[in-house]
Every structure is written in structure tokens, then in C-alpha cells.
């Protein structure tokens, strides 16, 4: 590590590890963070930290950063005869000829023309932007709220976020889930329109627009982190 305010650094080992590291005016300790997606792993430190203590930081956490990876689920490449959660049951993706990927029982049927993998993601998105959508319009409504524009993205850190403006973002991935999860997330960020922080306040709001949120927060929490091991590139 350097004065640079960014930068790699590798922590030896079997297998050395390929850490991201930065510098930043609001930090005000050392953190790492282990991207679910990808597995990245970004140290985050404050501007003025000696890189010695950095360095010491990182060797200190290995163990937790071994065991972070190894806890990963594997990667999971997407096309014909791999199988992937739609709503929280799974389906087994098929080419056939048909114009518009859909389900039908237990296959999603991908037109034979194009690559598999990111014609069943752009149905996943379509269908995700759907349910969300119409989620988010109903909650919003029961709190007789107006919300601002709805985008969906592959974010790495956060299933969904509501900013000043009221504008709302999730991850499309939530369509992966089960209902209710994809419900309870749109029912958090709805109920930041009316309060946004995370007070007892903000949470009457939450229980108010889904009183049975726990178990669905609590799955989000405990396996959310395998809707990411899924790959659409091919």
C-alpha cells in the first residue's frame, strides 16, 4: 500500500488474496467488506491511517476473510438444462421455438436464437420491473404516498434504496426470491417515503404495509446472498 488514495494490494497465503483498498474523508475506522457478487474484497480506511496498521488489520482479519469466501455459494453459469429460482421455485431453462421467454411448468422456455443466459436475465428484469412496480404502487398508495422513479439494478451491497427525491431502486435479482421477500423489500423502501431513517417510527411504517416482515427479512439476510452465484453471460 501506498499514499495513493486507492489501489490492489496482495494478501499471501494459499490462496494470496487479491484485495481492493481506499482511502476515504468519512471513514473513521478500518473495514472490509466481501462483495456477494463477485467476492471482491474491498478495505476501506481513513485517509490519515499509517499503512502499517492497514497492513496488520488485513493480516489480523484472514481468517475471517478465508471463511468469508469459502461460505460463498459456487458460481452457477445459466443456459439449457441448468435450473434457476423464478419466485423462490425452481425452473429448468429450455431453448424451444417460441418468440418470448416464459414459463411453462416447470421450464423457461428461451427462444432458440440468441444466448440463452441473457435472454432468461431480460426475463427475469421484465418480469422482477412488473412485480415490483405494482408492489410499490400499492404500498404506496396505503400511505397515500407518491413514489418517484423505479429502477432496477444488479447492486452488490443492497437489495433496494428510496432517495430524497423518492425515487426507488431494487435488484432485480429479488425476483429470484420468494414472493414475500421481493414483497418485504418493496414495503421497506416504500416506507422510507414516509420516514427516511431507520427509527421505531420508520419500522411502524414497515409493519403497517406487512405486518409478517420478519421471516421474510430474516431469509434475506440468511440465503439472499445466493441469488448472486447465478451467471447470465452465455
Known amino acids: 500500500m501506498t499514499k495513493a488514495t486507492a489501489g490492489t494490494d496482495m494478501l499471501q497465503g494459499d490462496p494470496p488474496l487479491m484485495v481492493h483498498w481506499r482511502r476515504s474523508s468519512r471513514a473513521r475506522q478500518l473495514s472490509l467488506r466481501v462483495s456477494r457478487l463477485d467476492g471482491k474484497i474491498t478495505l476501506t480506511m481513513p485517509l490519515l491511517l499509517p499503512v502499517g496498521a492497514a497492513r496488520a488489520f488485513l493480516v ?24 434457476l429460482p423464478v419466485e423462490g421455485r425452481l425452473v429448468e431453462i429450455s431453448t424451444a421455438p417460441v418468440r418470448h421467454a416464459h414459463i411453462e411448468g416447470t421450464a423457461l422456455l428461451v427462444p432458440q436464437r440468441g444466448a440463452p443466459g441473457r435472454l432468461a436475465r431480460a426475463f427475469l428484469q421484465l418480469r422482477a420491473r412488473d412485480r415490483l412496480a405494482g408492489k410499490v404502487d400499492g404500498f404506496a398508495a396505503q400511505l397515500g404516498l407518491r413514489p418517484g422513479r423505479l429502477t432496477l439494478r444488479d447492486t452488490r451491497s443492497r437489495w433496494g434504496s428510496c432517495n430524497a427525491a423518492g425515487d426507488l431502486m431494487f435488484s432485480w435479482r429479488l425476483i429470484m426470491a420468494p414472493p414475500e421477500v421481493l414483497d418485504y423489500v418493496a414495503a421497506h423502501e416504500v416506507a422510507h417515503l414516509a420516514q427516511m431513517n431507520h ?8 409493519t403497517r404495509l406487512m405486518p409478517g416482515y420478519a421471516a421474510p427479512r430474516r431469509w434475506l439476510r440468511e440465503q439472499g446472498s445466493s441469488l448472486h452465484r447465478y451467471r447470465f453471460e452465455g
Not at 489480523?60 to 439449457?80: D, F, I, K, N
Request: hydrophobic share 45%; no cysteine; proline share 9%.
Open 199 to 206: 427509527s421505531p417510527a420508520f419500522w411502524a411504517e414497515v
Open 60 to 83: 489480523e482479519r484472514e481468517g475471517w476473510l478465508r471463511r468469508a469466501l469459502a461460505e460463498m455459494p459456487s458460481a452457477a453459469s445459466v443456459g439449457p438444462g441448468s435450473r
